[in-house]
């Protein structure tokens, strides 16, 4: 009955049935990877997000260079003695840019595949969903915790090149610097992981970027420091506890303090929350 | 071995599949076909565990697909062709699948070539053709060697060369003894391929037998006649029971075979310049027997 009367020979099939190799989580890690690299969106958006960070804090840096003349002595004594050069390593704007930037950036891979229809594909071959969203975290927490690293390191070493020219520029080892620098560096893998909790639990790429944008950027407007209640929520939000890391020694503190190690818990709890949201958003639903 | 049983899928308020019941067997092309809205695709998504069943199961060699740690050794499918991201080279998109089921990058290139891909493997997706992109979803679906295949319309906008291929290559993947399910809406090219049938029609089953029942069931045999003396002949036919009428100065009889139509003839003296037996074609078992079911709730089905 079935034999194969237009079989044509340049097709090669091995045998069923076949040896199943263990699967590895390493080996999705590995695929998520490839896919991520393999769009040029990806570098191109990234490398326009590096460029504007990195300009927003060389910019600040050169303007207070370019208008150090105007400051009398005590003023110059003041900006060193506040913290103001480390400051400028990673200014706040850099901040705010960096945040809804990774959020949206952290959101692509995965909204990509929702709307082209490639995440059918995706669980087809794979279908441990929640161990393709978990590898898919990993990949993208990586890929923003370098990318973090870079920017960081790279404004640091500009911005305090530049303020050298005054002779005011501080070097890798001094005091708070590793603080500042990892407390900049891992914003950006959490505000990836955001990005992409938000995505695989809206789907769509609009709904995505307004809600990035609200939780990562709106609510920080909203909530000031000087109620207790509105103080309590805004230490829960990313930018606060950016912003508290990395206050330089001399400012006054808020009116409701918080620890240091409060705002580190910030980070981490919502790096944990993101990827289980991720995870458990399209463990069952209909894809 | 595809088991599908009692499977219902809503959405919302529409009822996509309906009480579905019927098994796919390994070693024969099994065609699956229906109206469009039938609910083809639905029971393949439900079956390769992309949507859950409202009700019922659907399963690949006894387990449900959906949950298992890798897929592409098991069931090799092609949804929809379309479900690729643009951004990304062939040569990318089946290393990043291939990778994911720690299949080797040599397997990529072989079904690269296999789908007559290798030209363009290094070209983005986005500026394939259907009939590229068809061809590279067929690829990816054979990556793994899968006992299990599903095609969901997979012939569309292929070439000739690429038609001829596929069907090649389903005839061939069944006689190496797997399974093959392959929904398409071409009726002369499942007539072609397909072994069996299983035929849907708003979400329920019509049939599921072989090729040749079904088209046996669905329309009677043809009898074409040339005769000089056809009025005669066409009184004889009717009074023994056939139906018959005139078509471009042929006798077209139907509810009798040839050998009838000539042993009738013979008898009465009436010379016959053509006898003929038109194979009933599957298109049009096709067109009546789904015809029927939009008319009649299933189950009615003569
Ligand atoms: N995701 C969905 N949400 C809502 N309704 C859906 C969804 N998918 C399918 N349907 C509905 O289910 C029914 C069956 O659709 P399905 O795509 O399974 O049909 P089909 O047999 O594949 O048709 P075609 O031959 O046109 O491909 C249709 O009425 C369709 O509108
Ligand atoms: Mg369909």
């Known amino acids: 009955m079935t034999t194969a009367p237009h079989a044509s020979p340049r097709t090669a099939q091995p ?26 969106s990806t570098w191109i958006a990234h490398g326009a997000a590096a460029l504007a960070v990195t300009g927003l804090n060389a910019g600040t840096a050169y303007d207070t260079y370019a208008h150090w003349e105007e400051r009398t002595p005590a003023d110059r004594a003041a900006f060193v003695r506040a913290g103001l050069p480390l400051q400028e390593a990673f200014t706040v704007n850099a901040a705010v840019v960096t945040t809804v930037a990774l959020c949206v950036l952290g959101a692509l891979p995965l909204l990509g595949e929702f709307a082209t229809g490639a995440l059918r594909t995706t669980f087809t071959a794979v279908p441990a969903r929640s161990a393709v969203t978990g590898a898919k975290a990993v990949v993208v927490a990586g890929f923003a915790t370098a990318w973090g690293a870079l920017v960081t390191v790279v404004s640091f070493l500009l911005t305090q090149a530049i303020l050298d020219g005054r002779g005011v520029g501080i070097a890798l080892d001094g005091p708070g610097v590793p603080r500042v620098l990892l407390a900049s560096t891992l914003l950006a893998p959490v505000c990836a992981l955001t990005g992409l909790a938000l995505a695989a ?23 000031g420091e000087d109620r207790y209640w509105t103080a309590l929520a805004r230490h829960a939000l990313l930018l606060a506890a950016w912003l508290r890391l990395t206050a330089p ?11 240091e190690a409060g705002a580190w818990t910030v980070y981490a709890v919502w790096a944990t929350a993101a990827v289980s949201v991720t995870v458990l958003a399209v463990r069952r639903r209909d894809v | 071995m595809i088991e599908v049983a009692n499977l219902t899928k809503r959405y919302g308020g529409v009822t996509a599949v309906k009480d579905l019941t019927f098994t796919v067997r390994p070693g ?13 695709s639905t029971t393949l998504r439900v079956l390769l565990g992309l949507h859950r069943p409202s009700a019922g199961t659907a399963t690949v060699d006894g387990r449900p697909f959906g949950g298992r740690p890798r897929g592409l050794r098991q069931v090799g499918a092609l949804l929809d062709a379309q479900d690729v991201h643009g951004g990304r080279t062939a040569r990318a998109h089946l290393t990043a699948l291939a990778r994911s089921n720690r299949i080797p990058p040599t397997r990529v290139e072989e079904v690269l070539e296999d789908a007559g891909l ?6 983005r997706i986005a500026g394939f053709s259907l009939g590229m992109k068809q061809r590279l979803g067929i690829a990816a679906a054979l990556l793994g060697g899968a006992p299990v295949l599903v095609f969901d319309e997979p012939l569309n906008g292929l070439d000739p060369e690429g038609v001829r291929w596929v069907r090649g290559l389903f005839r061939r993947l069944a006689a190496e ?29 019509i049939a599921a037998e072989s090729l040749a029942e079904f088209t046996a069931r669905g329309c009677r045999q043809r009898v074409t006649v040339a005769t000089p003396a056809a009025d005669a002949l066409l009184s004889l036919l009717t009074a023994e029971g056939a139906s018959v009428r005139t078509e471009g100065g042929l006798l077209v009889a139907t509810g009798m075979d040839a050998g009838r139509v000539g042993a009738i003839a013979q008898r009465h003296g009436i010379p016959l310049s053509r006898l003929q037996e038109e194979r009933p074609s599957l298109e049009e078992a096709f067109m009546r027997l789904t015809a029927d079911a939009v008319q009649y709730p299933t189950g009615d089905a003569r």
């Open chain 1, 249 to 259: 020694g001399g400012s006054a503190p808020p009116p409701y303090p918080w620890t």
């Open chain 2, 28 to 40: 024969r092309v099994t065609g699956f076909l229906g109206p469009n809205g039938a609910g083809k």
């Open chain 1, 201 to 223: 639990a809206l789907r769509r790429t609009a709904a995505t970027v307004l809600a990035s944008v609200t939780a990562v950027m709106v609510l920080p407007l909203l909530l």
């Open chain 1, 15 to 40: 045998a069923v049935p076949q040896e199943e190799p263990r699967p590895r989580f390493a080996d999705l890690v590995a695929a998520e990877w490839i896919k991520l690299r393999s769009l040029r």
């Open chain 2, 118 to 123: 290798t030209g363009a493997a290094r070209r």
């Open chain 2, 177 to 205: 003894g797997r399974t093959v399910l392959v929904s398409s809406h071409l009726m002369s090219e499942m007539e072609h391929t397909a072994d069996d049938l299983v035929v849907v029609g708003r979400g329920e089953l």
